[in-house]
């Protein structure tokens, strides 16, 4: 390389020369992904999201309800005058009291927000991930617990469920004893079978572990129960929820609750301003009208219950029980179904190949009254097409 440099000849002749590009290609061998990236991470398959315009959208668990008039006028009038020319507050302390009285949270408990749950997920654990750490959850749950895992370089542990999905509870207490992870995650209700867990038997987790148990309550507005009045009594429980659920999904907004003594060593993970100044904007005045969204919520229980018994009533359709505002449902040659349904126009989650216990499953989003109707109307045509 020195025979070809000299610092008087132009920089640019001397990298156009061939004499060079052969001596820099003979010194470093072409540089691929296969040759810097792990080999985890090569694996893995990156999140897919389908393609939705002009569909009637019941694949991913938004709230399908658009805001009364009068509250997206005074949130157009809020953001007019918001100060995207400066950083957001940084500890969106404004924000946190909305979350604290929305969700009954007294003065011990800490709040950490996050870019939906999936940042505070990742964030949790990158705290942990020691050399040999483990992350356990249950499966089929959600993904991105496995996914995040595999990102922090941590290991992973997915302990299968009972035929019903419920908690093997016996399975479950004999992998924390053998394994004993740094940390576990229950989804509650679970995603993406929409049951809730025996709260006795999640119990009996948290006071098994001897990590850090998180209840990610991500459906609660659609649910009977919650961990958040527990978390004074365990010291390695922690509660988080999103509130994507429950209409802000674009919003990408998510907290975690516990503790100060483990929320005050978590926020030296959070990235500075990840949350930024319009969603912080919008979910403080969303919050402000919390009643609102829990009667849309409301609303949506309502009407999972009549596409349950809707499908329950569909001949080859078995439907699980929902806690959340989604409905699994197995039915012979699903994944040719779904594609029925697309061409319908109506949008649901495959699940089948996704995990072994989800063979021949698909996961309808609890939608509006009509697009509740299209869908079954949809799912029976593309029923009748395969039979």
């Known amino acids: 390389m020195l025979n070809c440099v000299n610092s008087k000849r132009d920089w640019g002749k001397i990298l156009n020369s061939n004499k060079c590009r052969f001596i820099m290609s003979f010194n470093r061998p072409s540089l691929s992904p296969e040759r810097l990236l792990r080999q985890e991470v090569l694996a893995l398959h990156a999140y897919h999201v389908q393609p939705s315009p002009g569909m009637v959208k019941l694949d991913a668990m938004e709230n399908p ?64 991930a020691k050399p040999g750490a483990i992350l356990m959850s249950v499966e089929p749950s959600f993904v991105m617990y496995k996914m995040i895992a595999t990102f922090t370089g941590m290991k992973y542990t997915g302990v299968p469920l009972a035929e019903d999905f419920a908690l093997d509870l016996p399975v479950m207490l004999e992998a924390i004893k053998r394994q004993q992870p740094a940390l576990i995650f229950l989804a509650y209700p679970n995603n993406p079978t929409g049951n809730m867990f025996d709260a006795a038997a999640i119990v009996q987790i948290i006071e098994a572990a001897e990590g850090l148990v998180v209840i990610d309550e991500a459906y609660y507005a659609f649910a009977s129960n919650s961990f958040l009045p527990q978390l004074g009594r365990y010291d390695n429980l922690l509660v988080m929820r999103t509130f994507s659920k429950l209409g802000m999904a674009g919003l990408r907004l998510g907290f975690l609750a516990g503790s100060k003594v483990w929320l005050e060593q978590l926020e030296k993970l959070r990235l500075p301003y990840n949350v930024g100044v319009l969603p912080q904007t919008v979910a403080e005045i969303l919050l402000q009208h919390h009643d609102v969204l829990l009667q849309q919520a409301e609303q949506i229980r309502r009407d999972r219950t009549w596409l349950f018994e809707r499908l329950v009533g569909t ?73």
Request: proline share 4%; aromatic share 6%; charged share 25%.
């Open 65 to 128: 309800y658009q805001l009364p008039g009068g509250i997206r006028e005074e949130i157009a009038r809020a953001v007019a005058t918001a100060a995207i020319n400066r950083y957001p507050d940084a500890d969106a302390q404004r924000l946190k009291h909305k979350i604290r009285e929305a969700s009954g949270l007294p003065a011990s408990v800490d709040v950490l927000l996050g870019n939906g749950s999936d940042e505070i997920i990742q964030l949790l654990a990158m705290a942990v």
């Open 315 to 387: 001949v080859d359709v078995h439907a699980y029980p929902s806690d959340a505002n989604f409905i699994l449902f197995r039915l012979p040659h699903a994944a040719r179904v779904f594609e029925g349904l697309k061409q319908r126009g109506v949008l649901v989650k495959k699940l089948d190949g996704g995990h072994p216990a989800l063979l021949d499953c698909l996961r309808v989003t609890v939608g509006t009254a009509e697009e509740n109707e299209l869908f079954v109307r949809a799912l029976q045509e593309s029923i009748h097409q395969f039979a």
